[in-house]
């Protein structure tokens, strides 16, 4: 993320860890389908994982791996995908704009993207998150500290795909298994970026939408040592604060408006802004702990005297992440996976 997927700009390790030697890969049915090995030592052996694994995620398609493991190695090829489509849409808006200078010259297909392309159904990022999602119940069933209730309160006979999706993929019940909260956080944010919105709605966000960015927030400032997770928690929970300032500005001309008497509303408003601040300290106090390379957005603070012409947060003022990925968020609102639909969308109509 934070060297936007250009391996060119990482710093030279192969003097301090050699690389490995490629180790011949046992012919299996799933070798000849996806063309990788899930064996530990092949994947780490082969070029294209030397500084991060790429292509088809190996460990989530090993049926003999650990399903927390499985689980972890989808939402990282979803991550990924992310990343490439950020690149993928600077690169065209540069292109547009004549900044040749911003281009890295031909903007080859990653094998990630490769890989996604090929074999949508399996890992198309709506659908991996699911998986994800699944596989962690799965652990979490198996697990001697698992409940007798599923987590989040789904059966294992609902489909994820139902109606009651809306709430299956938030982990916000206090009696659920508390060992994965880092994980069903990654879930809960990712589910609501893969999300399209609905521009009938205040902001052009689901009740779904709002939903896990709050669930996302309030995980946070019940466990702030998430920040220090491995991985991309705190830039993942930095967006997702981005998104609902986003919703309070649609919110904010939707309800001096039209909404002015709507307590319902007025409600959500005052939930959204109490969640956005309380969140924003935390990721303040950690943003200052870091060095400025790993540092997500410095968002702006509320402005609670706006009038009706002026944003509620202006995100303009808004010190944007190094990581291409990170910045659509601000700029476009929602993640680079659906920045992508969306164009796809418009160039096919």
Aim: charged share 15%; proline share 8%.
């Amino acid at each position: 993320m934070l060297y936007n997927g250009n391996m060119e700009s990482l710093p030279s390790i192969d003097e301090i860890i050699p690389p490995l030697p490629p180790l011949p890969e046992n012919t299996t049915p799933k070798v000849k389908k996806y063309d990788i090995c899930a064996i530990p030592s092949a994947i780490a052996s082969h070029p294209d994982n030397q500084s991060w694994i790429q292509g088809t995620p190996p460990v989530y398609i090993n049926d003999k791996a650990s399903p927390h493991s499985r689980s972890l190695d989808a939402l990282a090829c979803a991550i990924r995908t992310c990343c490439d489509q950020a690149n993928v849409q600077f690169e065209s808006m540069a292109r547009q704009m004549n900044h040749y200078q911003l281009l890295r010259g031909t903007m080859e297909p990653t094998p990630t993207s490769t890989a996604v392309r090929n074999f949508r159904d399996d890992l198309a990022s709506r659908e991996i998150v699911l998986s994800a999602f699944t596989l962690l119940q799965l652990y979490e069933a198996s697990s001697d500290d698992s409940t007798s209730d599923t987590p989040n309160g789904m059966k294992d006979s609902e489909d994820p795909a139902s109606s009651s999706h809306s709430k299956s993929l938030t982990n916000n019940n206090p009696n659920n298994n508390t060992t994965n909260q880092g994980h069903h956080l990654i879930i809960a944010a990712l589910d609501a970026f893969f999300n399209t919105g609905d521009e009938n709605e205040p902001g052009g966000f689901t009740p779904h939408q709002i939903q896990s960015l709050i669930s996302v927030c309030s995980s946070l400032q019940q466990q702030p040592l998430l920040l220090f997770s491995p991985g991309p928690t705190y830039h993942l929970v930095s967006n997702a604060v981005v998104l609902l300032c986003h919703l309070l500005n649609g919110m904010h001309f939707n309800r001096i408006r039209e909404h002015a008497g709507d307590t319902e509303q007025k409600r959500l408003f005052d939930t959204v802004v109490d969640t956005v601040i309380a969140t924003r300290t935390l990721l303040n106090v950690h943003r200052g702990k870091l060095p400025c390379k790993m540092r997500c957005h410095d968002i702006p603070r509320p402005n609670f005297h706006a009038n009706p012409t002026e944003p509620y947060v202006d995100l303009g003022e808004t010190i944007m992440c190094s990581s291409r990925s990170c910045q659509g968020f601000v700029l476009m609102a929602c993640s680079p996976t659906v920045a992508a639909e969306r164009q796809m969308g418009s160039n096919g109509q």
